[in-house]
């Protein structure tokens, strides 16, 4: 039994230009670098989250929601809805969930452009946009760690030129 009073911080594994990759002991590391991040955003940015099913994404997102939110809004998967609105005080914000696109086409509806032209974007599944998205964009990447426990999470994370000068920042440690 853990006798933490607060957010285990990540440990840095390796960092490289506009790489870093990090492990995170549990679900208040994720949630502690889902703060960071929700701080860095600005208007145009697009986060891509990868990873397995389960591997963390959705949890992820809903984290960097409630940070620009300031608390408990709610923070419904966008896997059926394909997309989530969220007009908060510091930034507009679209979440997508790109799990059920069949064609990397169908990205064009769901105006992730104009999304990005008033405010940052999180996309889950990014892989099925195929060219569809920006190059230059954040991408996260969860890995579960075998033979760790169940929230256990290794993420790499790379950035593109627009987010390559705030990547340090995710590094930190909460204080």
Same mark, same amino acid.
């Given at each position: 039994m853990s006798t933490s009073t607060g957010p285990t911080s990540p440990t840095t594994i390796a960092t490289e230009p506009a790489r870093l990759r990090l492990r995170l002991? &549990? !679900?208040?590391?994720?949630?502690?670098?889902?703060?960071? !991040? #929700?701080?860095? %955003?600005?208007?145009?940015?697009l986060?891509?989250? $990868?990873? @397995?099913?389960?591997? *963390?994404?959705?949890?992820?997102?809903? =984290?960097?929601?409630?940070?620009? #939110?300031g608390g408990g809004v709610e923070v419904p998967s966008p896997t059926f809805t394909l997309v989530q609105r969220y007009?908060?005080? =510091?930034?507009? !914000?679209?979440?997508? &969930? %790109?799990?059920?696109?069949? @064609?990397? =086409? $169908?990205?064009e509806e769901l105006g992730l452009d104009e999304a990005l032209e008033e405010g940052a974007?999180?996309?889950?599944?990014?892989?099925?946009?195929? &060219?569809a998205l920006p190059a230059d964009r954040l991408t996260i990447r969860f890995s579960f760690v075998p033979g760790e426990g169940s929230e256990?999470? $290794?993420? $790499?994370?790379?950035? *593109?030129?627009?987010?390559? @000068?705030?990547?340090?920042?995710l590094a930190a440690k909460q204080a």
């Open positions: 002991p &549990d !679900l208040a590391a994720t949630r502690a670098l889902a703060a960071r !991040l #929700a701080r860095l %955003l600005r208007p145009g940015d986060v891509a989250l $990868e990873g @397995d099913l389960g591997a *963390g994404k959705t949890e992820f997102a809903r =984290a960097v929601i409630r940070a620009l #939110a007009e908060l005080p =510091a930034l507009t !914000l679209v979440h997508t &969930d %790109l799990y059920r696109l069949r @064609d990397p =086409a $169908e990205v974007v999180l996309v889950e599944w990014p892989e099925r946009a195929g &060219d256990v999470r $290794e993420v $790499e994370i790379e950035a *593109g030129p627009s987010f390559a @000068d705030r990547l340090p920042a």
